[in-house]
């Protein structure tokens, strides 16, 4: 009989867990062929306005596969409830016999993508970083700036919000930690900062090409579907280093999606994460190059993370 995790159980098993270093050795198994993750499933909703992504797959000769649903429904904290959903499904690789249920209510898709942020800023964000820019004020762009903490101390941020209520709750909730001050508008973050990360689900582009600084990192996490875009195209042709969590993915979704389809940039010119993980001549050579890492959400992720939550919970938890 499969082994039902709670979400309280869940979150004691994370803080033992080191889910950087988890989705860091992801990327590079991801990048050297050594997955199988099939294309994303998904199904988008209009009224209220929403998304569903079904993410799967294994790592070859580990022990488990891995199916994850999860969902963002942005009408959702009107009613009290979290935009984040889903659940993770662990099944024996050699068997099909299932292992696991995590509940998890969306949060570890939540806290693998934060994960990924701070491996993106690991590798391509400048040494001095002068400010952390967050697009968005939900829980994913509190969690990239605490993710961001582990290998960038910088406290000082400036977040911009589609409502001055959202930045203000932002800014109330993070203030003992962060000085952290309020844009009027995405341009006055791209003026103030040189790591920039996007959260927000638009369909319509918040930065342009003329706003972003030389020396810039941009981690774009919110456009993980065809009809999000966040980055204008020509940032990404502008960039020096352009990269994608998954090569595979960004031709269907994301920042490089859409630069390939405007012509703004080849797909020559992408990196894939893993892959720069591991050769640091495609990492960030110095601090005048405008980086960009797309992190369109991978299958490889989520299995890193179930697992590791698993065998934690197994070990104390199973008699």
Excluded at 175 to 181: I, L, M, R, Y
Excluded at 226 to 247: C, F, T
Excluded at 257 to 269: E, M, T, W
Aim: proline share 4%; aromatic share 6%.
């Amino acid at each position: 009989m499969a082994t039902i995790i709670n979400l309280t159980d869940i979150k004691n098993s994370i803080k033992n867990i080191d889910v950087i270093a988890a989705i860091e050795n992801g990327f590079v198994a991801y990048s050297n062929q050594q997955t199988v993750v099939p294309p994303v499933g998904e199904l988008l909703f209009e009224d209220p306005p929403g998304d569903v992504h079904i993410k799967y797959g294994y790592i070859k000769k580990e022990e488990f596969y891995v199916i994850k649903i999860a969902s963002g429904f942005y009408n959702n904290p009107k009613l009290g409830i979290a935009s984040s959903q889903g659940m993770m499904l662990l099944f024996n690789q050699k068997t099909g016999q299932p292992t696991a249920i995590l509940l998890d209510e969306g949060y570890l898709t939540d806290i693998r993508t934060a994960a990924a942020g701070a491996v993106a800023a690991k590798y391509f964000a400048p040494k001095k970083v002068n400010a952390i820019g967050i697009l968005g004020t939900g829980i994913q762009a509190k969690l990239q700036l605490q993710f961001l903490q582990k290998n960038t101390p910088c406290k000082t941020v400036w977040v911009w919000g589609r409502t001055l209520k959202n930045a203000e709750k932002f800014k109330t909730e993070l203030n003992n930690d962060f000085n952290v001050h309020i844009a009027k508008t995405p341009v006055e973050v791209a003026k103030h900062c040189n790591l920039i990360v996007t959260t927000t689900p638009s369909d319509t582009v918040l930065l342009t090409s003329t706003e972003i600084q030389p020396g810039t990192h941009i981690t774009a996490v919110g456009s993980d579907t065809p009809n999000k875009q966040e980055l204008e195209s020509s940032i990404l042709q502008k960039a020096d280093l352009v990269i994608a969590d998954s090569i595979s993915q960004s031709k269907s979704r994301g920042e490089i999606y859409h630069a390939v389809k405007d012509g703004a940039i080849s797909v020559k010119k992408i990196t894939e994460l893993g892959t720069a993980i591991q050769n640091p001549n495609l990492q960030r050579t110095n601090d005048t190059q405008i980086t960009i890492v797309d992190l369109t959400g991978v299958a490889v992720q989520d299995i890193k993370i179930a697992t590791a939550v698993y065998q934690h919970y197994k070990i104390n938890n199973i008699k």
